[in-house]
Nanobody, 120 residues
Framework: QVQLVESGGGLVQAGGSLRLSCAASGSIFSINAMGWYRQAPGKRRESVARITSGGSTNYADSVKGRFTISRDNAKNTVYLQMNGLKSEDTAVYYC??????????????WGQGTQVTVSS
């Protein structure tokens, strides 16, 4: 079993910054891709940013140039630096990890979510 614990959400004014963190722990053989998703009220969950174990990244068009994803493989932790926040970034942000166990089986894990609210 793997646990993902997120932190760093909160209330910020438009134009401000927040940094989200997500630490993975438990029965981890290797973590492949990690990423962040978000879900706003009444909307579907969408991918925000993703980073592979090798450091390759991709971003949703709506956050390119404002958000930066990074990871510390030694700490099994992924970060999301969010700058230039807009009201439309308001959502619950979820951490995701694609994990392989010692037998070679792959699993998807999700964090509990952290609220990000941007006031205009």
């Amino acid at each position: 079993q793997v646990q993902l614990v997120e932190s760093g959400g909160g209330l910020v004014q438009a134009g401000g910054s927040l940094r989200l963190s997500c630490a993975a722990s438990g029965s981890i053989f290797s973590i492949n891709a990690m990423g962040w998703y978000r879900q706003a009220p009444g909307k579907r969950r969408e991918s925000v940013a993703r980073i592979t174990s090798g450091g390759s990244t991709n971003y949703a068009d709506s956050v390119k140039g404002r958000f930066t994803i990074s990871r510390d493989n030694a700490k099994n932790t992924v970060y999301l630096q969010m700058n230039g926040l807009k009201s439309e970034d308001t959502a619950v942000y979820y951490c995701h990890a694609d994990v392989t166990d010692g037998l070679g089986y792959g699993y998807d894990y999700w964090g509990q979510g952290t609220q990000v609210t941007v006031s205009s």
